[in-house]
């Protein structure tokens, strides 16, 4: 089954790029286009793809604010942002969000196709240029310790499967504001502040493995 996917870009020749990419590739469809925030959201409300492909700067609603309505709204639907920008707040922004990926337009096709492919499956995709800044941000020792308790590390490890609150929740037994209190407290002990941070931190710290 292709991997659906919808492209957010205000540039004509931007989502065209972005298009002729991956219509090449016989796993990957692209379902829509939106040329502002607003038409991202609705759309990907609308058609419930695979992968969101989001800009940052677009008009009538940003990137940033796009995808955390969107992560609202149909939580299902990842997102895989593709920017020019590089700078710390963007990409703490988007992530915080709850972007799955994030990818620089600077980045090599093979590159931008494996990212769709690993958001897809719920992996997190960050360009070299951004990874390395974001993993000494949340590797930092924090004052307040980073000891999890076996719920939590329950909890940390359906976020890295990609399950929303609702379906940690579920699978767990426990309310959804039980879970983001869960969360809250996995945030504050490791020094993140998005649930992609809290997975990666996770992840470089041995305390949770991709597929357990």
Do not use: C, F, W
Not at 77 to 89: G, I, W
Not at 92 to 100: C, F, I, M, R, V
């Amino acid at each position: 089954m292709s991997i659906r996917v919808v492209i957010a870009d205000d540039h004509n020749v931007v989502r065209k790029g972005i298009r002729d990419l991956l219509s090449d590739e016989d796993d990957i469809a692209v379902v829509g286009e939106a040329r502002n925030g607003h038409e991202a959201v609705d759309l990907a409300t609308a058609l419930q793809p695979d992968v969101v492909v989001m800009d940052i700067a677009m008009p009538e609603l940003s990137g940033v604010e796009a995808t955390r309505q969107l992560r609202a709204q149909a939580p299902n639907v990842r997102v895989l942002v593709l920017t020019a920008y590089e700078d710390d707040p963007y990409i703490y922004s988007l992530l915080d969000a709850g972007a799955t990926s994030y990818i620089l337009k600077t980045a090599e096709s093979r590159e931008i196709v494996r990212a769709v492919r690993a958001t897809a499956a719920g992996q997190t995709a960050l360009d070299p240029a951004v990874a390395p800044r974001l993993i000494a941000r949340i590797t930092q020792p924090s004052s307040k310790g980073d000891t999890l308790t076996e719920r939590e590390l329950d909890v940390l490890r359906l976020a890295a499967r990609g399950q929303t609150n609702k379906q940690i929740g579920a699978e767990l037994a426990i309310s959804d504001r039980t879970v983001q209190n869960h969360l809250a407290n996995i945030y504050t002990k490791l020094g993140v502040a998005s649930r992609t941070e809290a997975v990666t931190a996770g992840l470089q710290r041995n305390l949770i493995r991709l597929n357990e």
